[in-house]
Nanobody, 123 residues
Framework: QVQLVESGGGLVQAGGSLRLSCAAS????????MGWFRQAPGKERDFVAA????????YYADSVKGRFTISRDYAKNTLYLQMNSVKPEDTAVYYC????????????????WGQGTQVTVSS
């Protein structure tokens, strides 16, 4: 079992920055990767970014490449998403997720999910 708790969401103006955090507990030592997904009202849950838990290798959706940075503090079991130059279309509920598997860019590849944190970008 893995428990994930996101924090750091809120309201931000377009062009601003926000940092999301995800505290992980439980059986995290054997994690293959952790990722961030987002879901806007009426839309599917989309991949945002992923990071290899041991390797630190990172992957990004094209829509956030160059603006968002995923990172992790291995010792603190914490995942981060630094969001810069945010846009109104970044508005969504952001979820962190954990996987023991190899499919890191699809929601179906993840084993555990947090409860989500709302990010709203005003224009």
């Amino acid at each position: 079992q893995v428990q994930l708790v996101e924090s750091g969401g809120g309201l931000v103006q377009a062009g601003g920055s926000l940092r999301l955090s995800c505290a992980a507990s439980g059986r995290t030592s054997s994690s293959a990767a952790m990722g961030w997904f987002r879901q806007a009202p009426g839309k599917e849950r989309d991949f945002v970014a992923a990071i290899g838990w041991s390797s630190g290798n990172t992957y990004y959706a094209d829509s956030v490449k160059g603006r968002f940075t995923i990172s992790r503090d291995y010792a603190k079991n914490t995942l981060y998403l630094q969001m810069n130059s945010v846009k109104p279309e970044d508005t969504a509920v952001y979820y962190c997720a954990q996987t023991y598997g190899s499919r890191w860019t699809t929601a179906g590849g993840y084993n555990y999910w947090g409860q989500g944190t709302q990010v709203t970008v005003s224009s």
